[in-house]
């Protein structure tokens, strides 16, 4: 069974950073590109950053580079997302996805709020 599970949201202030974690299971995550989307109040879903399988690299929305990181660990079949100067527009639902978005996770809330 493929789970997808999200964890590290929060309420912070604005510059502020969090680590969102991606916790996978149940398909061969190492050789899965995987990516991470976001849907903030009454807007669609936005992709954010998305980490190749084979070499790492990585990918960024112009919205979030510079601040956000994303990283994996293939042993320990997580995904990392390093938010760093937090904006009050990084409020969202944000989303881990496989490969070809077939699986996602269910979400972690971010808001960033004075």
């Known amino acids: 069974q493929v789970q997808l599970v999200e964890s590290g949201g929060g309420l912070v202030q604005p510059g502020g950073s969090l680590r969102l974690s991606c916790a996978a299971s149940?398909?061969?995550?190492?050789?899965?590109?995987m990516y991470w989307v976001r849907q903030a109040p009454g807007k669609g879903l936005e992709w954010v950053s998305h980490i190749n399988a084979a070499n790492g690299d990585t990918f960024y929305a112009d919205s979030v580079k510079g601040r956000f990181t994303i990283s994996r660990d293939n042993a320990e079949n997580t995904m990392y997302l390093q938010m760093n100067s937090l904006k009050f527009e990084d409020t969202a639902l944000y989303y881990c996805?496989?490969?070809?978005?077939?699986?996602w996770g269910q979400g972690t809330q971010v808001t960033v709020s004075s």
């Open positions: 996805a496989s490969s070809s978005y077939e699986y």
């Open positions: 149940g398909f061969t995550f190492a050789s899965s590109w």
